[in-house]
């Protein structure tokens, strides 16, 4: 469902959560000069919605799955008083996050809450999109690891959620796994079952996160997530600046400056990332076995305690459909492969 803008190119919205995933990539460990560094660059590029946070969203910081340098009323406060034009995001999954810290966030600025569920469980949003529209935040539905549902369920999960409340809805290929076919086929079923804008959200495992978020694009879609320079979980995200490009040569208006967001990216790949998401081995092991790509540390780091191979351990991961929450399970996994017991 595209708007259109007054030289009549449908607008797709950019939403960018370069200070939320990114952070998956360095351990959530951005500081505040960082944050405000690209959260400015942002803003004069003119990108829609910058989405903050620790990686896993709202409430998530903690010894399982990792501490953030900054609290999140630090990052909030921090990114909303660099964005004198750009709208403030924030992501929350239950369990991790609760309704506090929704109210928190919305205090400190954010204007667009996305509530992430695994992709069966829509059910668990209800309470927080409820929760999110009462306080007056733009209420957005998210599903994970979308790759494990059929077309025909997504849809139905994603009207749930209508149902509760969102605003938008839509799906996180959360380990980079969707070929352009694949995205299309859910996207469609999507479309055709809710009357609210459908999101979509890449991981690049593949190399496919831009040729998926287009086909997302011709799918219906009109919410595209996108980071600069790609920097994200694993292989990293869409990266926003050539889509961006990429969109304006297929008649699409973003409203983002080419040049600036260019400008952008070069903020990110110098203050923010050691090195630039790649390709690498893990990241197309990962892919393949449609394992969450922000399990490459944990990952790694269980493949060399144990002593087993890491792309058998993600193999063995993928079939045990592991997904983000259950990173205890990557060591039993591992010890289970050095045993000889999978």
């Known amino acids: 469902m595209n708007s259109s803008t007054p030289d009549d190119r449908p607008r797709i919205i950019l939403h960018d959560p370069t200070l939320r995933d990114g952070h998956h990539a360095v351990g959530h460990q951005l500081d505040a000069d960082q944050l405000r560094a690209y959260a400015v660059a942002a803003n004069a590029a003119g990108v829609?919605?910058?989405?903050v946070g620790h990686g896993n969203g709202l409430g998530a910081s903690s010894l399982q799955i990792g501490r953030a340098l900054l609290d999140d009323a630090t990052m909030l406060t921090t990114v909303r008083e660099a964005l004198a034009s750009s709208r403030m995001g924030v992501f929350?999954?239950?369990?991790?996050?609760?309704?506090?810290?929704?109210?928190?966030?919305?205090?400190?600025?954010?204007?667009?809450?996305?509530?992430?569920?695994?992709?069966?469980?829509?059910?668990?949003?209800?309470?927080?999109?409820g929760t999110a529209r009462a306080i007056g935040a733009e209420a957005q539905g998210v599903l994970l690891m979308s790759h494990m549902a059929s077309p025909g369920h997504l849809a139905e999960q994603c009207a749930l959620m209508v149902k509760y409340g969102a605003q938008a809805v839509g799906i996180m290929d959360s380990a980079g796994h969707y070929l352009p076919g694949d995205v299309i086929e859910r996207v469609r079923a999507i479309a055709d079952a809710v009357d609210v804008p459908v999101i979509f959200h890449g991981h690049n495992n593949l190399g496919l996160a831009v040729a998926n978020s287009l086909a997302a694009v011709d799918a219906g879609a009109s919410v595209i997530d996108a980071t600069a320079r790609g920097f994200g979980a694993g292989a990293g995200n869409?990266?926003?600046?050539?889509?961006?490009a990429v969109l304006d040569r297929r008649g699409f208006d973003t409203g983002i400056?080419?040049?600036?967001?260019?400008?952008?990216?070069?903020?990110?790949?110098?203050?923010l990332m050691k090195a630039p998401p790649s390709i690498d081995s893990i990241a197309v092991a990962s892919g393949l076995a449609g394992v969450f790509s922000g399990f490459k540390r944990p990952v790694l780091a269980a493949a060399r305690a144990q002593g087993v191979d890491v792309?058998?351990?993600?193999?063995?991961?993928?079939?045990?459909q592991i997904v983000a929450g259950q990173e205890d399970l990557i060591g039993d996994v591992a010890r289970q492969l050095k045993a000889g017991t999978r």
């Open 48 to 51: 829609p919605v910058v989405e």
């Open 257 to 271: 400056g080419l040049r600036e967001i260019l400008s952008a990216a070069d903020v990110a790949a110098d203050r």
């Open 311 to 320: 792309i058998d351990l993600f193999l063995a991961l993928g079939e045990r």
């Open 238 to 244: 869409t990266q926003i600046e050539a889509l961006v």
């Open 92 to 129: 929350m999954a239950p369990g991790w996050g609760t309704s506090e810290d929704l109210a928190a966030a919305v205090r400190h600025g954010a204007d667009v809450v996305r509530i992430a569920a695994h992709c069966t469980e829509a059910d668990v949003t209800e309470r927080h999109l």
